[in-house]
């Protein structure tokens, strides 16, 4: 899912995410967990002031954030993006061995 994302620069310069919109709902981000980088994108592991926990997917070359995992830690993986999908009114097919989005269907 495609997410817009406000950085600021971090280590090295390199951009760092503080915000990631879902809809019309801002999540401040509160810590940056983890990063690292892929042949073309780079991944961050957030959490956000709600409490969850994204990994989000920037793409370089055209400038583009995704949203790759979301989890609640007070519910299941499923019913945390229950919430988040009522949210954003976004559909997904979920993996049942993992919990993890496949597909996006935004309507």
């Known amino acids: 899912m495609k997410l817009r994302v406000e950085c600021s620069d971090g280590f090295h310069g ?3 995410p ?4 879902l809809g019309q709902r801002r999540v401040v981000v509160c ?3 983890d ?10 592991k957030i959490r956000g002031d709600d409490e969850a926990v994204y990994i989000i997917r920037h793409e370089i070359m055209h400038q583009t954030w ?11 993986p499923i019913d945390s993006l229950s919430t988040l999908q009522r949210e954003i009114h976004v559909h997904y ?15």
């Open 14 to 16: 390199k951009e760092t």
């Open 18 to 21: 503080r915000y990631i919109f």
């Open 31 to 33: 810590e940056v967990i």
């Open 93 to 107: 097919e979920i993996s049942e061995a993992s919990g993890k989005i496949r597909n996006p269907i935004i309507q």
């Open 66 to 76: 995704e949203l790759v995992f979301f989890n609640r830690t007070d519910s299941s």
């Open 35 to 44: 990063c690292w980088p892929a042949s073309d994108h780079r991944y961050f």
